[in-house]
């Protein structure tokens, strides 16, 4: 299993990577960190000096953050990448070139809000990412993922396939998993029957919501349960851009302790 996780060299990508390490200890996982730079546009020589020197720089830091890794974490597969490009383009781009099985990133690097559900570059990623999406808020307490919740309207089912990694995590750390559905009033009652995935030898508890604000309901679910994990679904036109792109008023960022996975 190969694990990518963007750096800013800040004390929140590490984070991500710490929370990754918690989940997979017991597996055979090969982390990969990466650092893009923005290089600046060729054509002129300033501008490629100052392009060499970004890329030098980021050279050394990552050698420097491998080598602490190794010493903190004996016996860890660990490699570290830098780029220049656009986050998403290296993102997308070294997911299959090494093949990554799911990416982790923190959401308060050196400029992002810490006011904020998610950094800016995890909000792009959420929209853009090609493999699940681990989003780790700085934060975040990095306890055992004992209680995942996974919130979804399942109105557009996506491949099975798609909860694979939620439901390693699950058998691996022996979680239980609260299935929130959240439907809209006057829609079709959801039963056990309906989860679009196999159930056998899960622990899990399913809660239907009837409610036609999500985030609401969302965070009327978390508010009265445990939880250590929030996942959903990708999906165009689902309630995922709802949630991401919804009004401040609803103060999601109380519960931005809470690391999040997105599937695709």
Same mark, same amino acid.
């Given at each position: ?15 991500? %990577?710490? %929370? ?6 017991? !597996? ?12 600046r ?31 903190d ?23 299959? *070139?090494? !093949? ?7 959401t ?7 006011h904020?559900?998610?950094?800016? !570059? ?6 853009? &990412? ?10 975040? +307490? ?10 979804? +309207?399942? /109105?557009? *089912? ?11 995590? &699950?058998?691996q750390?022996? &979680? ?15 039963? *056990?029957? /309906? ?17 036609? /604000? ?6 009327? %679910?978390l508010?009265?349960?445990?939880? +250590? ?26 519960? !931005?302790e ?7």
């Open positions: 299993m190969k694990l990518l996780i963007p750096t800013d060299y800040s004390h929140n990508s590490l984070k991500a %990577f710490s %929370f990754l390490y918690k989940l997979y200890q017991a !597996s055979d996982a090969d982390y990969v960190f990466l650092n893009v730079q923005n290089a546009h060729a054509g002129s020589m300033l501008s490629l000096d100052l392009n060499h020197e970004l890329i030098h720089k980021s050279n050394v830091k990552m050698d420097e953050l491998i080598k602490k890794v190794r010493a974490y004996p016996g860890i597969q660990v490699s570290g990448i830098v780029t220049a490009g656009t986050l998403i383009d290296s993102v997308v781009e070294k997911i299959s *070139e090494f !093949s990554i099985d799911s990416v982790a990133i923190g308060k690097g050196e400029n992002t809000s810490s904020k559900l998610i950094g800016s !570059s995890a909000l792009e990623l959420i929209g853009y &990412c090609t493999k699940p999406l681990f989003v780790v808020p700085n934060e975040a +307490d990095l306890k055992a993922t004992e209680n995942i919740m996974l919130a979804a +309207d399942f /109105d557009k *089912e996506p491949d099975p396939k798609t909860y694979d990694v939620l439901l390693d995590i &699950c058998y750390n022996n &979680c239980h998993l609260d299935v929130l559905h959240v439907a809209k009033p006057n829609t079709k009652h959801f039963s *056990e029957k /309906d989860i679009p995935f196999n159930t056998e030898s899960l622990k899990y508890t399913l809660t239907e919501r009837n409610d036609a /604000d999500v985030e609401y309901a969302i965070m009327g %679910f508010e009265n349960n445990d939880i +250590d994990l929030i996942t959903t679904v990708r999906s165009k036109g689902g309630f995922i851009h709802d949630l991401f792109h919804s009004s401040l008023t609803k103060k999601l960022s109380m519960h !931005s809470i690391p999040m996975l997105v599937l695709v």
